[in-house]
Antibody, heavy 117, light 106 residues
Framework: QVQLQESGPGLVKPSETLSLNCTVS????????WSWIRQSPGKGLEWIGN???????VYNPSLKSRVTMAVDPSKNQFSLNLNSVTAADTAIYYC???????????WGQGTLVTVSS | DIQMTQSPDSLSASVGDRVTITCRAS??????LNWYEQRPGKAPHLLIH???KLQSGVPSRFSGSGSGTTFTLTINNLQPEDFATYYC?????????FGQGTKLEI
């Protein structure tokens, strides 16, 4: 059974970069595409973007200028960088595995990131 | 972006009841519609994909229907563990978007 686990700092200062990793276990990262999704009280669930095993990325236009995703097949990990953060980026961040029809079939437990000085 | 609107925002029901949640898309999404359940403090998990296909391991009391712009999630014989928040999500076009959620309460 595939499992995903997010990791990274829980507190980021305004204007700095939010960096998270997602480690995949129980399956190869090379067989699927992977997404980041965040959830905040104000904006609900928001898809940030996805990355394929070949490192092709697609980002939400609302965040595109600030987002970078990468994949490391040797570690079975993928990552998210979000720069120039503000309080509006405070949210629970989830990593997911994407299904063939665009569904999010597997989710990590989520990690709360707070943007505050 | 395609806007997804769920109704109602919240719903009260009892164990054993049947409930229906509606999700409407701002444009045609064919059957690219997925449903998720989220329990408090937990990540969402996939219930139904492609409007009506039950995800493996999901109880058969859950069902989905619809196409185009209007979709429904029905839960028969509500169980205590079903009291949660439900979200729809369209995967017809990027960016993928979610409904605002429907909270199912006892």
């Amino acid at each position: 059974q595939v499992q995903l686990q997010e990791s990274g700092p829980g507190l980021v200062k305004p204007s700095e970069t939010l960096s998270l990793n997602c480690t995949v276990s129980g399956g190869s990262i090379s067989d699927y595409s992977w997404s980041w999704i965040r959830q905040s009280p104000g904006k609900g669930l928001e898809w940030i973007g996805n990355i394929s095993a070949s490192a092709r990325t697609v980002y939400n236009p609302s965040l595109k200028s600030r987002v970078t995703m990468a994949v490391d097949p040797s570690k079975n990990q993928f990552s998210l960088n979000l720069n120039s953060v503000t309080a509006a980026d405070t949210a629970i961040y989830y990593c997911t595995r994407d299904g063939p029809r665009g569904e999010f079939s597997h989710w990590g437990q989520g990690t709360l990131v707070t943007v505050s000085s | 972006d395609i806007q997804m609107t769920q109704s109602p925002d919240s719903l009260s029901a009892s164990v054993g009841d049947r409930v229906t949640i509606t999700c409407r898309a701002s444009q045609n999404i064919w059957v690219y519609l997925n449903w998720y359940e989220q329990r408090p403090g937990k990540a969402p998990h996939l219930l139904i994909h492609s409007a009506s296909k039950l995800q493996s391991g999901v109880p058969s009391r859950f069902s989905g229907s619809g196409s185009g712009t209007t979709f429904t999630l029905t839960i028969n014989n509500l169980q205590p563990e079903d009291f949660a928040t439900y979200y729809c999500q369209q995967s017809s076009s990027l960016p993928q978007t979610f409904g605002q959620g429907t909270k199912l309460e006892i």
